[in-house]
């Protein structure tokens, strides 16, 4: 805990006004894209059969149990059949979709709720230590301001929510919210909307119980049985997703073992590494850091992307430096072209948003980079991937959609 007077020097663009005190934290920023992409890789790699791009439309019953489902591949529009002793329903804020679909949805349901966050520049927001703080308007909510490389993130809302699901999109008054929660805050700065540069959206599956007020919104995670057999597992936070995991893991393990006789062993994730997480641990991280930004100066990289490479892929780093001197890069910067290759090769990009979005968040963070090379990009991916003209077309449509939204063309 800070004194107002050590809180303004780990911080000087606080507002004085009103300040007491300050708490300091050791935990605070996830990339929960990279987190979800770790989590997935290092289940592949104990045997688990990922399906990426692959869309469940139907269940499949024999004799009122659940045995299957019916799924499309997004990709290619095949249709194929998937079945399983076990089926788990942890779809979010589309968990109730598919219970209505087994005839199971009944005494609770999902209450979805919308979060939003902008981005701008650190020239025009110098936060140098990341903050959660009392909004101004009495409403009882807190926000985040959040630097990340020479960006800085703030957010979020929390609105009730109940349109499209796939985007739920940022609204003017969205925007006006947070900048004027920020504005509060950094007094002096004057954050305008056109000091955002990219924002994006989320929806929270929270639990409600039905008659009760909507007041009495959990947000603690829950299981749900169906008689067909359907596991759906809802609500929750991040920092609770082992334990999820964990839990409804466990759950069907014991329940194939009394009905096969099979047995399985504990679940191993609450010791578990993930992909790209040996660096020591805490301790250890620093000095990894240091080697691994060392180790791509080595192999010509300049020293803020050797940087910005062993933040983002920690120790799977080295991999993605085998493909730096690649005799065939396209005319892409070699760093890109690196990153680019192990994102389709080990990490099921399939297509330029899933680079620019899901596995580097450039078009969030570094919108720029996306201006600058996205032809080139799609032009690499159409080659190596061997995309129709049609595909090449329909990818480039997707990315100058996705683009839009980021960057609140539409809106502001």
């Known amino acids: 805990m800070m004194s107002s007077k050590q809180a303004l020097k780990q911080e000087s663009i606080l507002s004085k006004k009103d300040l007491k005190g300050a708490g300091m934290y050791v935990e605070y920023r996830t990339d929960d894209a990279r987190l979800t992409m770790e ?28 045995v ?46 919308k979060g939003v966050h902008l981005v701008v520049s650190k020239e025009r927001l110098p936060l140098q230590q990341a903050l959660y703080f009392d909004t101004p308007f009495g409403d009882g909510r807190m926000m985040f301001a959040i630097p990340r490389g020479e960006k800085v993130y703030i957010g979020t809302t929390d609105t009730n929510f109940d349109a499209d699901q796939k985007e739920p999109g940022v609204t003017i008054d969205d925007v006006h919210y947070i900048l004027d929660a920020a504005n509060g805050l950094f007094p ?27 007041s009495e919104i ?28 964990d839990t409804i893991v466990s759950i069907a393990a014991e329940e194939i073992s009394k009905e096969t006789g099979q047995s399985f062993p504990e679940c191993q994730t609450k010791h578990l590494v993930l992909s790209g997480g040996n660096v020591g641990g805490s301790q250890g991280y620093q000095a990894f850091k240091e080697k691994s930004i060392q180790d791509g100066i080595n192999r010509g990289l300049e020293k803020k992307m050797s940087e910005e490479i062993a933040e983002r892929y920690g120790s799977n780093a080295s991999v993605v430096h085998q493909y730096l001197n690649d005799e065939q890069q396209y005319g892409l910067p070699a760093p890109l072209y690196a990153m680019l290759r192990y994102s389709i090769e080990h990490e099921m990009a399939a297509t330029p948003v899933d680079f620019f979005l899901r596995r580097t ?52």
């Open 218 to 245: 959990s947000r603690k995670d829950e299981i749900f049985h169906s008689e067909s057999g359907l596991m759906t597992i809802a609500g929750g936070k991040l920092t609770g997703y082992r334990k999820m995991a």
């Open 188 to 214: 002096g700065y004057h954050l305008t909307k056109t000091d955002v540069e990219s924002s994006w959206s989320g929806l929270r599956p929270l639990i409600h119980e039905d008659g009760k007020d909507p």
């Open 39 to 66: 989590v997935a890789k290092s289940a592949a790699e104990r045997g688990a059969k990922l399906a990426n791009y692959v869309r469940a439309e139907s269940f499949i019953y024999d004799n009122k149990k659940l």
């Open 68 to 113: 299957g489902v019916t799924a499309v591949d997004l990709l290619t529009g095949e249709s194929i059949k998937i079945y399983a002793k076990k089926i788990v329903n942890a779809t979010g804020p589309w968990v109730d979709t598919l219970r209505e679909q087994d005839r199971s949805r009944e005494g609770k349901s999902i209450h979805l709720t």
């Open 361 to 412: 968040s450039y078009l969030l963070f570094d919108i720029e980079s996306v201006y600058r090379y996205k032809s080139q990009i799609v032009q690499v991916m159409s080659e190596l991937i061997g995309w129709s003209d049609d595909e090449k077309s329909e990818y480039e449509a997707e990315l100058d959609e996705q683009e839009d939204l980021a960057t609140l063309r539409s809106v502001l």
